[in-house]
């Protein structure tokens, strides 16, 4: 549910408009320097503001409830926790019974019978991502040397990207994007075999994050029109270095040393200025609908540094399993 | 690692030529009825023989070993086995030193020190997915009116899947394949956030079977081409159906009542007949290698039985799950 | 590590002396009427300040941060803290390095390569059974009619615990008790086997608990002594129920619909105003040591709560796993 | 459910009177030398035969299907089962709707809905424990150099067990027993906090053996009767060792360096030759039953080997897991 990895393990709770959404991190070696400082450039990177981006504005500021004193994790869990001070619930009254295009809305209402706090997404909203961020942060420290790297690689198809979202703008629309994430310094043997391939828990972790739809590792879709003469992979050096890394530095679930490297899509944002048509549930007619409040017209700017957060949660959890049978 | 569920949990083992490979199905209701004959279609479509298919046959018979009694489950653990009956051992000796290029057999020896089985892949092997059908057997039963139906939608880049066979049979070369899964009579509701949102849950699974490589959702990788207005998925019907399905059927990670629809990228088989370079560890020299052995030529041509199971199995853990709040 | 349970799940986090203390509460169904004022009687059977109590005084008050709306559970994780007001900390620094007798100053120093705060026993102290009194507020509304309840026996060896408490007042000294905690209007079928009997979740959970060192279901250690016949627990009712109850209420790890009973040991409180012995393990030579501080003469007085807390979240959660099959 | 341990991790399957039982064992380390032979000690010690146990003899020889190549562990799971030979089945007939005082029939008929395989006690058996056995005989190999000892210290109330036997047989009884189980050669810092101590780990396998119905680390209940003074385990060496060990060799849930130290209470056999009353649930009346088939007198003679199982299994995993953070 809402708890992911066997050593490093993190639990997320909050929702976007009650008190505060936050993080549990079980599992962290004791020993490794943590303060709020560390973490200020990759939720900074996480945060709304850049053109394309949401309004709403956060503080955004971690507060550390266990789990580090005196600078250093202490090895207990470590309990972050955001407030949620910027929230204007109101605009969100009418989706009860006018499920809004492509969220969540609906599914939750269903699910948990009507008691599911939809304000602002509720537990679904984009706002969580903040604990899985916080996360990386500390996982980033215990994987090094291996660093991980996530950009967007276009949105709305154009790889010119500010054009892109100019477009967007103008025509009161959103769009979608493609993000690269590329591990280097990668050594052999993260993976499980047979359940816990990385590709499974890396990618079980990554739709988890809201907008994405699709993963490909290496050579991904394209690799189903190759022969298999074009995409083998030759090791080509002890060390496990292949002529073209076509597997995306995964063979049999498991890392080789090559990069390890993975695409994503990440879908338009749902909420939109546009007026859209929709069932309103209570009259059992379709009906105009004008999303208000503030939003994101490009979620997926905003995905790189979660991205990077998910990938480094799992290359620590691994890391740390693999320690076991050394 | 091999298990996977949270109530209903399978635990895979097994290598390729070794004395069995099998499952063991945990937290199975009582009272389904089970018997050999109901895994035959399923096993039969998994099977070699086929054009285009490995040439080594075996009966496959699975032996039930605890679990089901006078033709019911019983409510305690299914384990079934396979025993591995036709065995060439051989022909895997020489890839100690020599990996195959795209095989799990550089990285086996390096993640276990040697130790590890590697004769035809050992646990490694697209044969332990023996077990994974099985369980995928319970599961339809478990999910039944929810119909679960994945096909070969091109092999090698062709849509006509023969002509690509043969083309490949007439280059000793191999090739991939695109897969389409499509569960119908879905309800609402099923998925969790925020870790276990159905995305994160079947991409888990189906990336853990051997060769695939990419996945995508609805839309998938073309979300991230459009724009909010033309992804969105207005509902239409009480009962949750929307417009286009763009969303493939989830929304928020949680099942929205339309059918849940993903693809997948399977890569060309690793192993070929055509000449390849590869590293001779010991040798410290690039060589040529050939592979002999049976093979097959476009393992995509077994997957689909083996992507059902996978879902089925995810669905079947959600469906009891769900149960738990209800 | 720092969670339990299957589908009602529970993750602990915090030190004594840190910014505080809380739990997370995952798989919990919407729509339980969940407040405040709800936690209040337990909380307060679980605070200090009774004669033999520690004289720490903290207001104990719950901070809702998610998972209740309206004041119902939502379905998402319920995460409450609980403020560390008032804490003296300078008294825990002479502990680094004289370990005292009874507490986990010294292992967890060893595991956590002094990485851990022991200040006020850290994450091992009793504190952090706020939030599983915390959880076991929520459990009980989930089980019932289950009614659980626990009530200390005997404190020091003595019935009369008021004597036992002061006699311990006047030597400067501790003592523990024996707890007995009893749940009516038990349900057949609750209880997993092979490795989830009722008694393993059960002594799991109650030994984490700080201080309690023994369990015992039904007629437990004097079991050992008595004949089959003596001991068997005839069913005489179609609902179940037995003639004796021996069996504490548990076949085959299961329960029998009669009333669950065990009794559990608590150690007299480690910290005491008596010189002690012990080593320095700077210097290397054994010192007197006097433990200032506020400490518990006799927590069993306090564990009574807690106890119940426990059964109860091992209760809801094996309730809702026996959905599953239903 | 049927599956324990977070690293090394056991999965058991099986009923009494199925073709059957056995375990897969997932996490085990490469490399470990294990063969058949290795097995034969433990495996006769858990046997029957002896005066006082039941005269079901069988083969119990093991079958490794998986994880075992060239004499070594190769690091996927390693499977073993043992068939069911010697099965007289009818003896339990009569059981459906005549449950036998003291035994699992009731229960688990009410549980499963009359689909659990009750011949033999089915999944509840103590057959079941052959995996268990199997599954510490490995983790015997991985503690290492800890040794771990378990003895009966008295059966049916007397420290002369051949003379309690004698009598028990005189009178057609059963009798209980009490078992020590002592390991030797502790290292600081196993166990985890909060929920997993390891006394919650080992009570929780402990209490998964069939008759198991109390426990008790150092001086268990005796601990409720004494002070702070003479309960204190002051340390007196730097490598952590106590001078009275009072604690029974943990901590605040992590071991001390001390021998570990715990007591189990085994009740007597519930199937017993004496005519016994119990409810003909299908008559609704209480009926004077013989039980027949083949019982243990004292199967408390049979269970230190299953303890000492049992703790290996535990100290195993956990030792394991404390390699993830260093």
Same mark, same amino acid.
């Given at each position: 549910?809402?708890?992911?990895?066997?050593?490093?393990?993190?639990?997320?709770?909050?929702?976007?408009?009650?008190?505060?959404?936050?993080?549990?991190?079980?599992?962290?070696?004791?020993?490794? *320097?943590?303060?709020?400082?560390?973490?200020?450039?990759?939720?900074?990177?996480?945060?709304?503001?850049?053109?394309?981006t949401t309004s709403?504005?956060?503080?955004?500021?971690?507060?550390?409830?266990?789990?580090?004193?005196?600078?250093?994790?202490?090895?207990?869990?470590?309990?972050?926790?955001?407030?949620?001070?910027?929230?204007?619930?109101?605009?969100?009254?009418?989706?009860?019974?006018?499920?809004?295009?492509?969220?969540?809305?609906?599914?939750?209402?269903?699910?948990?019978?009507?008691?599911?706090?939809?304000?602002?997404?509720?537990?679904?909203?984009?706002?969580?991502?903040?604990?899985?961020?916080?996360?990386?942060?500390?996982?980033?420290?215990?994987?090094?040397?291996?660093?991980?790297?996530?950009?967007?690689?276009?949105?709305?198809?154009?790889?010119?990207?500010?054009?892109?979202?100019?477009?967007?703008?103008?025509?009161?629309?959103?769009?979608?994007?493609?993000?690269?994430?590329?591990?280097?310094?990668?050594?052999?043997?993260?993976?499980?075999?047979?359940?816990?391939?990385?590709?499974?828990?890396?990618?079980?972790?990554?739709?988890?994050?809201?907008?994405?739809?699709a993963i490909e590792?290496?050579?991904?879709?394209?690799?189903a029109a190759m022969?298999?003469?074009?995409?083998?992979?030759?090791?080509?050096?002890?060390?496990?270095?292949?002529?073209?890394?076509?597997?995306?530095?995964?063979?049999?679930?498991?890392?080789?040393?090559?990069?390890?490297?993975?695409?994503?899509?990440?879908?338009? *944002?749902?909420?939109?200025?546009? *007026?859209?048509?929709?069932?309103?549930?209570?009259?059992?007619?379709?009906?105009?609908?004008?999303?208000?409040?503030?939003?994101?017209?490009?979620?997926?700017?905003?995905?790189?540094?979660?991205?990077?957060?998910?990938?480094?949660?799992?290359?620590?959890?691994?890391?740390?399993?693999?320690? *076991?049978?050394?």
């Open positions: 549910m809402n708890s992911f990895g066997r050593i490093f393990r993190i639990s997320i709770f909050g929702e976007s408009h009650g008190k505060a959404v936050g993080i549990v991190v079980d599992g962290c070696p004791p020993g490794i *320097t943590l303060a709020e400082e560390d973490l200020e450039a990759d939720l900074a990177r996480r945060k709304s503001g850049a053109k394309g709403r504005r956060e503080d955004d500021r971690p507060v550390f409830l266990s789990g580090v004193h005196q600078g250093k994790t202490t090895g207990s869990p470590i309990a972050v926790m955001f407030h949620n001070a910027d929230v204007i619930s109101s605009d969100y009254d009418m989706f009860k019974d006018v499920p809004r295009p492509g969220h969540a809305n609906f599914v939750a209402k269903k699910k948990y019978e009507g008691f599911s706090d939809i304000r602002g997404g509720g537990h679904f909203s984009g706002r969580l991502t903040l604990g899985l961020v916080t996360a990386g942060v500390i996982a980033k420290k215990i994987i090094n040397p291996i660093q991980v790297k996530a950009d967007l690689l276009e949105a709305g198809g154009e790889k010119n990207i500010d054009k892109a979202i100019q477009k967007a703008i103008k025509n009161n629309d959103s769009i979608g994007g493609i993000i690269e994430c590329r591990s280097l310094n990668m050594p052999v043997g993260l993976g499980e075999p047979f359940f816990d391939s990385v590709e499974s828990l890396l990618s079980h972790l990554v739709f988890s994050i809201p907008g994405v739809k590792f290496g050579s991904g879709f394209k690799a022969t298999g003469i074009q995409h083998n992979d030759p090791i080509i050096t002890l060390s496990g270095k292949t002529k073209t890394n076509h597997a995306g530095g995964v063979n049999g679930g498991i890392t080789n040393s090559n990069d390890l490297v993975f695409r994503i899509a990440v879908k338009p *944002t749902a909420s939109i200025s546009k *007026t859209q048509h929709t069932m309103n549930t209570k009259m059992v007619k379709m009906v105009d609908l004008e999303v208000k409040g503030r939003h994101d017209l490009c979620i997926a700017l905003r995905i790189p540094v979660i991205v990077e957060a998910a990938t480094a949660v799992v290359l620590a959890d691994l890391m740390m399993i693999n320690k *076991t049978i050394s």
